[in-house]
């Protein structure tokens, strides 16, 4: 039995689709849907912290997730106990666009979502230059990537609302200072909203995922987070 | 007292100059230097191995590294001190492109090389699309990115000579298997040579850098390893 979707597109993702970005972030805020694009390198726990988030945030809250990969159907695979998924495949392609998104949120069908999560391509820089039509752009640092990442993906992080910083049960083990990355950060986006966690064990997730509530509800309220490109 | 050299070129790197890689390829033959382009994940360790495998081929082999980075020259200082660094700043692309490799080298001097390190943008998605003029791709992997990157990102493990495994000293506190990501890489490209290493404690150094002795030896003899793209 297949239990999530696939949808492939190969080559003809094109830039003109990025002026729809605008249309169907207020379409998904009408609906009370929160969508937040999660950015990181390979191997940094997107689809870890997603199945998390959505154990959490469930039932209480309807969750969908769009994941991206150039190959394979693995993250949607390991998606599908957790939360309605729909695997995007790039076929080649680094970074999600915003024509995938749409076709993602289609083949999630009629469902009601408060929480449409995308997990865009492993790579810390092209994603960081396409609107997808969030209204939360989250980006994840594992302490295993090292403290000195901000300064060299600038845009990634002056581009994301939040910073989650994941595998810090491995701190006691690698050479990662997590003041030192959280400064960093804050000094290329200021605001920035910082959450140290870990998947095994599980820590850090309850303040992430309030602060996924408070932002949808701030959303409801007529007062969502700007994008800021 | 500045210990390296900045090169900066901002979006005016063009695909036009690859076409000057291969002629690049043969001028370093003819010059007695093996080109190794290094490909990873941000994080993954390029500038650790890079600094351990300079070290480890001094004096007898005098080596030069060029150092992409989108932002700021931090690998170029941590290098300075191993071998002679040049920083290629992109200014935003996410690769390196060939335009660049022939200024770093001009910026390197006269000095003749016997191993010329390319040290990539750390993507592993783009930089696999582009030749740098190089003998030897070499993809570095670290064990806390997931034994399962290779068939989510395929063409940088079918273009990859060599697969370095990095932070082997972390496999006890991570889901990796070596075996099953050598399995799914060698699933991809079967002659891939591969080498666990880990630099705290140094491990697996010796395997690695008389691979690139052999391969530079296979070079002088008339018989490099052919590129694959």
Same mark, same amino acid.
């Given at each position: 039995?297949?239990?999530?979707?696939?949808?492939?597109?190969?080559?003809?993702?094109?830039?003109?689709?990025?002026?729809?970005?605008?249309?169907?972030?207020?379409?998904?805020?009408?609906?009370?849907?929160?969508?937040?694009?999660?950015?990181?390198?390979?191997?940094?726990?997107?689809?870890?912290?997603?199945?998390?988030?959505?154990?959490?945030?469930?039932?209480?809250?309807?969750?969908?997730?769009?994941?991206?990969?150039?190959?394979?159907?693995?993250?949607?695979?390991?998606?599908?106990?957790?939360?309605?998924?729909?695997?995007?495949?790039?076929?080649?392609?680094?970074?999600?666009?915003?024509?995938?998104?749409?076709?993602?949120?289609?083949?999630?069908?009629?469902?009601?979502?408060?929480?449409?999560? !995308?997990?865009?391509?492993?790579?810390?820089?092209?994603?960081?230059?396409?609107?997808?039509?969030?209204?939360?752009?989250?980006?994840?640092?594992?302490?295993?990537?090292?403290?000195?990442?901000?300064?060299?993906?600038?845009?990634?992080?002056?581009?994301?609302?939040?910073?989650? !910083?994941?595998?810090?049960?491995?701190?006691?083990?690698?050479?990662?200072?997590?003041?030192?990355?959280?400064?960093?950060?804050?000094?290329?986006?200021?605001?920035?909203?910082?959450?140290?966690?870990?998947?095994?064990?599980?820590?850090?997730?309850?303040?992430?995922?309030?602060?996924? !509530?408070?932002?949808?509800?701030?959303?409801?309220?007529?007062?969502?987070?700007?994008?800021?490109?």
């Amino acid at each position: 039995m297949t239990r999530y979707q696939v949808v492939t597109v190969r080559r003809e993702i094109g830039a003109a689709e990025l002026l729809d970005a605008e249309e169907f972030r207020q379409r998904m805020t009408s609906h009370g849907t929160l969508v937040a694009n999660i950015l990181s390198s390979p191997g940094s726990g997107k689809t870890s912290l997603l199945s998390a988030t959505a154990d959490r945030l469930s039932p209480e809250f309807r969750c969908g997730v769009l994941v991206g990969d150039i190959a394979t159907d693995r993250d949607a695979q390991r998606l599908a106990d957790h939360a309605p998924a729909v695997q995007l495949t790039t076929g080649g392609a680094c970074h999600l666009e915003f024509s995938l998104i749409e076709r993602g949120r289609q083949a999630l069908g009629d469902r009601e979502l408060d929480f449409l999560f !995308i997990e865009n391509i492993g790579n810390l820089v092209c994603p960081a230059s396409h609107d997808l039509g969030e209204h939360l752009r989250v980006l994840l640092l594992s302490t295993t990537e090292g403290d000195d990442k901000p300064a060299k993906y600038p845009k990634a992080f002056r581009t994301s609302h939040a910073l989650v !910083i994941s595998k810090c049960d491995l701190l006691p083990y690698v050479p990662f200072e997590v003041d030192r990355a959280v400064a960093d950060a804050r000094s290329i986006r200021s605001d920035l909203a910082v959450f140290p966690t870990s998947s095994r064990p599980a820590q850090g997730l309850e303040a992430w995922c309030d602060y996924l !509530i408070d932002q949808r509800r701030r959303l409801l309220g007529g007062h969502p987070c700007r994008p800021n490109r």
